[in-house]
């Protein structure tokens, strides 16, 4: 049996637990702890102790702290010490009941996933059964280590393994008779089909040959020459002409007059600066030069440039880069056809282009000197033009024939052989080759110890195999045990389920358990995540009482086909959180029957209350109470008073408060926490039924508000006015109404007021 705690030190929140007192366990030990206090952290050793995996204590090693974690206990007449992260010692006969049971081998949040049923599996079949399990996932991993030799064998003979060719059918070939004869004569058939098929593949890539174009002027030349401005009145232009002239301008006069028209600012001459406001020759040049004049000579003034670009030597020179290709390709083309291009005469077409750009850009000068005048072409440039257009009828001749060698050259390529008459010779031939090199000494080795492996781990199989039907044998009589035992469990917790068809199987290769829930005689599988919404499983048809009631009755039932049950010593974390209040009773009965058949029960909850109903009427020498308490940031393991702490919370509360008001004493806080609960107790004492359990005094004071003068309630109004002030004090040091109800500030004189206050409202005072 567990004897004491001697120490505990740096795990959790025991930084520095020293056993001091009567604090020495017995058959039936009842430990008390608030949440928060360390009773997970006391599962947490415990099951290291049972495991002798460090990691359970090392995880929960105080935080801030860099001093070891250290455990001394006292078990069975020895002391086991943890310390340097290693146990002295271990005592497998240990069992915990905790959250970490329940979400390693029952369930997490809502699902029964695969994991939970591999470990609860070794929970139900038990020593024997985990032995022959154990036997099959070494099997497990030997035939996994054998897959892995099998693959490096295949990859070992796959370095030689032709393209198309199964690793089976490679390793069955017979050796070719004769086979570097065959290899050279096929490796000559290669060669000389090679030959004949080269010439083609440059067939196919080469381009045809491409039709030409000639280069052509600006398509709105003409226009552009024979635009005027009709929107300049005659005066202005008549005295704008006299000007120039006056003034011998010459060419230019217009364009420096109608840029100098920019500058005039401030009706002031921009070369003398005298004032021309008056001067009516300046109205005429704003007539004349005004918006559609700039447009024009924007126009124009581009139309030179244009010209050349149209007709001048890069486009001639783009129209020789194609005669130059097409010359080029013809002399591939001529090697397998009969093909011929006219000889195109491209120094004449470029004489005739340098004639018709000469006489387009002298018109575009000329309309560029005198923006508003039309300019009509001369006979010389028609002339030049039409030299141009006469042109056309010598590409005409050009491109048919273009298209003429066009035609027999697509014919050409499509009448070239393809490559796959080679490829096929080829393929034979690494055939050959693969063949010769299966049954080179190395191959022939790699071969062999592939089928050795091959062997190996069919016998491994065989071994599977029967250690699977041991198992099952097993297993078939075990597990309708174990679901019975659970199902009693279950109809003692009066549940409304039950659980059915528990079987094992080999899902993923390892043993493990399956169950389903049966519900009003209907059968339900367990589910998992990928559940589809809507389906009855275990998430949506089991409350949360009901999943704890299910994990205490696989851990009770375990227990119960324990052959060395009197050996061990087991622990219950909290056994009865999230259960329904009405399972307490047969709770409580299933823990005093485990009590007389283990060695040892040690129970911790946060609930005294159902501590208090395990230790009512128990042999008094046989049952121990103990409890976690802080002191400052430690916790200590202590005697604990169990009499003192269940009794009456109203009176409780009232004692609190009533030592407070006469003589000062208790911890100020705590004081002012009583007050509402005091409050409370009273109004539920006084009005019994008119208050529902999950409401506070906040509650109550809106339905005595609420209230009219027929009911009975009526008569706590006249106490409204002082029960609100109360609730408004008290309320700021409980931390459902106010997240720093540890650190708000307290007065113990304003404090004794409220106390005295409360009393009042109950004549104490």
Not at 166 to 185: C, F, G, M, N, R
Not at 496 to 516: C, D
Request: charged content about 25%.
């Amino acid at each position: 049996m567990i004897e004491k705690f001697v120490s505990i030190k740096n795990i959790g929140r025991f930084r520095d637990c020293t056993a001091r007192g009567d604090v020495a366990f017995r058959k039936l030990t009842l430990l008390f702890a608030e949440n928060g206090k360390g009773k997970t952290t006391l599962c947490a050793i415990l099951r290291s102790l049972q495991t002798g995996q460090p990691q359970f204590i090392s995880e929960r090693r105080t935080l801030g702290l860099n001093n070891a974690a250290s455990v001394q206990i006292r078990l069975g007449g020895n002391s086991l010490s943890f310390s340097n992260n290693a146990w002295s010692g271990t005592h497998p006969d240990i069992a915990v009941f905790d959250s970490v049971f329940i979400h390693n081998n029952v369930y997490a949040g809502d699902y029964v996933a695969s994991e939970h049923k591999r470990n609860l599996y070794r929970v139900i079949v038990g020593q024997q059964g985990v032995a022959l399990a154990t036997r099959i996932e070494q099997l497990d991993g030997t035939i996994r280590d054998a897959n892995t030799t099998i693959r490096t064998k295949s990859d070992a003979v796959s370095r030689t393994l032709p393209d198309g060719v199964s690793l089976d059918t490679y390793i069955a070939w017979q050796p070719v008779e004769d086979v570097d004869t065959k290899i050279q004569q096929k490796t000559t058939d290669v060669a000389s089909q090679q030959r004949a098929v080269d010439k083609a593949t440059e067939i196919q890539s080469k381009n045809a040959l491409c039709t030409i174009e000639l280069p052509a002027l600006p398509t709105d030349l003409l226009t552009i020459l024979a635009k005027r401005l009709t929107d300049v009145t005659a005066d202005a232009e008549e005295r704008v002409r006299r000007h120039i002239a006056d003034h011998h301008m010459g060419d230019d006069g217009e364009t420096w007059l109608s840029q100098g028209l920019e500058y005039v600012a401030n009706e002031a001459c921009p070369y003398c600066g005298q004032g021309i406001g008056a001067n009516t020759l300046l109205a005429a040049y704003r007539t004349h030069f005004d918006e559609a004049y700039t447009t024009l000579k924007q126009e124009v003034a581009q139309l030179g440039q244009r010209t050349t670009t149209a007709v001048g030597e890069v486009a001639l020179n783009t129209l020789q880069q194609s005669l130059s290709t097409n010359l080029t390709l013809l002399e591939f083309w001529r090697q397998f056809d009969d093909l011929a291009l006219p000889e195109f005469p491209f120094d004449e077409v470029k004489a005739k282009y340098a004639e018709l750009q000469k006489r387009a850009l002298a018109l575009a000068q000329q309309k560029e000197r005198s923006p508003t005048d039309a300019v009509s072409p001369d006979a010389t440039f028609h002339t030049a033009l039409q030299s141009v257009d006469d042109l056309q009828r010598t590409v005409d001749a050009y491109n048919a024939a273009v298209e003429t060698c066009n035609t027999l050259i697509s014919a050409q390529k499509a009448s070239i052989r393809t490559r796959d008459s080679v490829d096929a010779l080829k393929a034979e031939l690494a055939m050959l080759e693969a063949k010769k090199k299966r049954f080179e000494d190395s191959v022939v080795r790699a071969c062999e110890e592939h089928h050795t492996a091959i062997r190996a781990k069919a016998q491994l199989d065989e071994q599977k195999r029967t250690a699977r039907e041991e198992l099952d044998r097993y297993c078939s009589t075990i597990l309708s045990t174990y679901e019975t035992s659970i199902n009693d469990y279950l109809d003692q917790f009066n549940t409304g389920f039950r659980i059915a068809n528990t079987r094992h199987n080999y899902q993923g290769g390892t043993p493990r358990s399956v169950f389903q829930i049966q519900i009003n005689g209907t059968t339900i599988d367990l589910g998992d995540a990928r559940t589809n919404s809507g389906t009855h499983c275990f998430k949506t048809t089991l409350s949360s009482g009901d999943r704890s009631a299910l994990a205490l009755a696989f851990f009770l039932a375990a227990l119960k086909q324990d052959p060395q049950i009197a050996d061990k010593i087991v622990i219950l974390d909290d056994p009865f959180t999230s259960q329904d209040r009405f399972r307490r009773t047969c709770t409580q009965q299933l823990i005093r029957q485990l009590a007389e058949r283990a060695k040892q029960v040690v129970v911790l909850s946060h609930d005294p209350h159902f501590l208090q109903l395990i230790w009512e009427g128990y042999p008094a020498g046989g049952i121990k109470t103990l409890q976690l308490y802080t002191t400052g940031d430690n916790t200590i393991i202590g005697e604990w008073d169990i009499e003192a702490e269940t009794q009456s919370t109203y009176i409780k509360n009232y004692s609190a408060l009533l030592d407070f008001y006469r003589d000062r004493t208790g911890v100020p806080l705590n004081v002012a926490r009583s007050i509402r609960p005091f409050l409370e107790g009273m109004l539920r004492m006084h009005f019994p039924g008119r208050f529902e359990a999950n409401e506070w005094l906040g509650d109550f004071i809106g339905k005595i508000r609420d209230t009219d003068a027929t009911d009975g309630l009526q008569h706590a109004k006249a106490d409204l006015v002082e029960l609100e002030a109360t609730n408004d004090f008290s309320k700021k040091y409980h931390h459902d109404q106010n997240t720093n109800a540890d650190t708000e500030p307290l007065s113990p004189d304003e404090l004794h007021g409220f106390v005295k206050r409360t009393l009042r409202l109950v004549g104490g005072c």
